[in-house]
């Protein structure tokens, strides 16, 4: 704390560790996010969810739809937890989204929220769905490197 100022740095608070797993992401861009003032509040203590959060595009502007926000605790007014929350981004991000979008198989998922210079963002990620098999690959693949890992380990250790 400098100056008597909080620490305004970059901080993830919310994950959405499925979206990896189900999906393969293609590209991404940094989204602000318009909230309520208690909202904001409760994102700070990491009560909000993503688990069955996706975004979409709407007569040109992105919402996002299924991020749970519990409601704050000292907070008067009473607001719905999952309602849909408009993403702020550029024009040209925007067509890009709706052009991508717009391919069969091809989805905006959001990955994390995170707080930027004070200011709540969602890192939106342009995906598509993996197959099972992808699924099966992956998890064969990251049990292979921790086994080898485990194995180096090991040895350093004897």
Do not use: C
Request: no cysteine.
């Amino acid at each position: 704390m400098a100056d008597g100022k909080r620490d305004r740095g970059d901080r993830t608070v919310i994950t959405n560790r499925r979206a990896r797993h189900d999906y393969l992401v293609l590209d991404s861009f940094e989204a602000g996010v318009m909230l309520v003032g208690p909202e904001v509040k409760s994102i700070r203590d990491g009560r909000a969810n993503l688990q069955d959060a996706y975004a979409r595009v709407e007569d040109g502007e992105v919402w996002l739809h299924g991020m749970h926000v519990s409601p704050y605790a000292f907070s008067r007014g009473e607001h719905d937890p999952v309602r849909r929350r408009k993403l702020l981004l550029h024009h040209d991000e925007i067509d890009e989204l709706t052009r991508k979008t717009q391919e069969r198989g091809v989805t905006l998922v959001p990955l994390r929220v995170y707080f930027k210079d004070g200011r709540a963002k969602v890192e939106l990620a342009l995906a598509r769905g993996k197959r099972s098999y992808d699924k099966r690959q992956a998890i064969a693949a990251r049990d292979a490197k921790r086994e080898a890992e485990r194995a180096l380990k090991g040895d350093r250790r004897g």
